[in-house]
């Protein structure tokens, strides 16, 4: 599986983007789709996901800002964020989880390049 991470740029604060993660390869489930960011001077955070049955989980830091979809495919997903925030400026990266065969206990990740979103106030 390959994903390719786009819709980031430069933004004002208090504007919003929608983030793109195009999904290619070959699966059999995916457990779930995911958004991550990366800021120099934080570690890795993880932002949500989206299930199979199309459930979403959020972080308590972004719930109600941030919104994860999916095409009905699985073959594109999205994060939306509103009301953007200077602290919001990172690195966002997607990522998915899936199995490969009916059946199957093992669970393989993928990881897209990331896009960049930078926020000014």
């Known amino acids: 599986v390959q994903l390719q991470a786009s819709g980031g740029g430069s933004v004002q604060a208090g504007e919003a983007l929608r983030l793109s993660c195009a999904v290619s390869?070959?699966?059999?489930?995916?457990?779930?789709m995911g958004w991550y960011r990366q800021s120099p001077e934080k570690e890795r955070e993880w932002l949500g996901f989206?299930?199979?049955?199309?459930?979403?989980k959020y972080s308590d830091s972004v719930k109600g800002r941030f919104t994860i979809s999916s095409e009905k495919s699985h073959k594109v997903f999205y994060l939306q964020i509103d009301t953007l925030r200077p602290e919001d400026t990172a690195v966002y990266l997607c990522?998915?989880?899936?199995?490969?065969?009916?059946?199957?206990?093992?669970?393989?990740?993928?990881w897209g390049q990331g896009t960049q979103v930078t926020v000014s106030s």
């Open positions: 990522n998915v989880r899936y199995r490969l065969r009916d059946g199957s206990d093992y669970v393989s990740s993928a």
């Open positions: 390869g070959t699966w059999f489930r995916f457990v779930n």
């Open positions: 989206i299930a199979d049955d199309h459930s979403t």
